[in-house]
């Protein structure tokens, strides 16, 4: 038996380092790029239509809101107490019965208020979103979303 002596394994493989080599990487980072230019696109216009969607839904529940403000009040809020007659109780309605929206009066999808008039020209009243572009008109993701159609 020797007294003092170490012993160390000793193997036949050399030292590796593990990990992924720069090119490895640059090559995942390519497939991942892509994989986003395909998917992207496709994603982006999913999203505008459903931005759409919401604004009708919230225009819709709008409406639901504003009929339900005509039953106790016998008219419709005019253009100068807008929507936030929904919330809050306008001067000389002794039936308010608000509020009626729970939450505060959304913004459109894209963050621009409804705009809201009474009289309307279509109808007892205008309720609409302008779209992304906030502006009168336009095309996609643009167009305006209305009430009355």
Known sequence: MRENSTEYAITDRPARNSGFTLIEL???VIIIG???S??????F???GASRQKTAKAQIELLGSALDSFRLDNGRYPTTEEGLAALRTKPEGLPNWAGPYLPKAIPKD?????YIYRCPGE????DLMSYGRDGRPG????????VSWK
């Open 26 to 28: 640059l090559v995942v």
């Open 34 to 36: 892509l994989l986003a």
């Open 38 to 43: 395909l998917v992207a696109p496709k994603f």
């Open 45 to 47: 216009k999913k999203l």
């Open 109 to 113: 999808p894209w963050g621009h208020d």
């Open 122 to 125: 279509h109808g007892d009243y």
């Open 138 to 145: 336009g095309e996609g993701e643009d167009a305006d979303i």
